[in-house]
Antibody, heavy 120, light 107 residues
Framework: QVQLQESGPGLVKPSQTLSLTCTVS??????????WSWIRQPPGKGLEWIGYIYYSGSTYSNPSLKSRVTISVDTSKNQFSLKLSSVTAADTAVYYCARDAVATSNIDPWGQGTLVTVSS | SSELTQPPSVSVSPGQTASITCSGD??????VCWYQQKPGQSPVLVIY???KRPSGIPERFSGSSSGNTATLTISGTQTMDEADYYCQAWDSSTARVFGTGTKVTVL
């Protein structure tokens, strides 16, 4: 059974960089059949796709966030990470990591999510 | 286009059929999937590749897609189906795009 778990600070100050890590268990992050995605959801709002990474290190990010997003992968630890720079209160959200099928574009499973609040 | 539009809310009586639409440019030629999200929980995939159900998803959930619209249908809706539902598809500019979300109320 594939499981994903997000970890990182729950509080980030404005203008600083948000950093999260996703640990994958039950599957190898080096599988060529999947991307590894980050998605966020502001409180009471809908889902926003942030970006994904392939095990080779190639990435693709939402153009609306691209200038601030860095996604990296550590295959030796079966982890991938998100960095979002220059955060503001608008970046306050539950951040999810998830497995993303290359061939069919569906995202499954999702991690439990972690709330990151941007506040001084 | 990078927008998928859903109705904000759908109400259905127990045992009846709920239909949720998702509209977007050329959606009929893209793979569409649907997620169910209950309060305080992570989204769960209920339909992928327009009409396929993952293991463990009840048969009352079905999907279809044609033209610019995809539809999630819940037949014989149960109170446990009350949740937010999101469509999602591949997009040429954003790679992945989610719908605006629909709150399904069973009453």
């Amino acid at each position: 059974q594939v499981q994903l778990q997000e970890s990182g600070p729950g509080l980030v100050k404005p203008s600083q960089t948000l950093s999260l890590t996703c640990t994958v268990s039950g599957a190898s992050i080096s599988s060529g059949d999947y991307y590894w995605s980050w998605i966020r959801q502001p409180p009471g709002k809908g889902l926003e796709w942030i970006g994904y990474i392939y095990y080779s290190g190639s990435t693709y990010s939402n153009p609306s966030l691209k200038s601030r997003v860095t996604i990296s992968v550590d295959t030796s630890k079966n982890q991938f990470s998100l960095k979002l720079s220059s955060v503001t209160a608008a970046d306050t959200a539950v951040y999810y990591c998830a497995r993303d099928a290359v061939a069919t574009s569906n995202i499954d499973p999702w991690g439990q999510g972690t709330l990151v609040t941007v506040s001084s | 286009s990078s927008e998928l539009t859903q109705p904000p809310s759908v109400s259905v009586s127990p045992g009846q059929t709920a239909s949720i639409t998702c509209s977007g440019d050329k959606l009929g030629v893209k793979y569409v999937c649907w997620y169910q999200q209950k309060p305080g929980q992570s989204p769960v995939l209920v339909i992928y590749q327009n009409a396929k159900r993952p293991s463990g998803i009840p048969e009352r959930f079905s999907g279809s897609s044609s033209g610019n619209t995809a539809t999630l249908t819940i037949s014989g809706t149960q109170t446990m189906d009350e949740a937010d539902y999101y469509c999602q598809a591949w997009d040429s500019s954003t790679a992945r795009v989610f719908g605006t979300g629909t709150k399904v109320t069973v009453l």
